[in-house]
């Protein structure tokens, strides 16, 4: 199955990069994965985070069981901004 990215993620890698992130996209992954990979600029620390269109974008099921069974925290994204800020935060 082919995975589609959010038109927004084209605009939010360029914006955690310009913010002096290092960001990876795993969009391709497939099987529930989050869209991105960012390494903090200032620390290394590493965040996931899943790119959505809307506040009424749904998790796909995939997403759903990915999220139960990741320990990590996987933060949801709409903008470049909520990105950046996301990531400065996490």
Not at 30 to 46: E, I, Q
């Amino acid at each position: 199955m082919r995975h589609r990215s959010d038109g927004n993620q084209a605009k939010i890698i360029p914006a955690l990069e310009k913010a002096g992130h290092l960001a990876i996209n795993l969009s391709q992954v497939g099987y529930g994965c989050p869209d991105l990979l960012v390494a903090r600029g200032s620390d290394g620390k590493l965040i996931l985070l899943e790119v959505k269109a809307d506040s009424k974008a749904d998790y796909t099921p995939a997403q759903k069981l990915f999220r139960i069974r990741c320990p990590a925290p996987i933060y949801r994204v709409e903008t470049p901004e909520q990105a950046v800020e996301v990531v400065r935060d996490a």
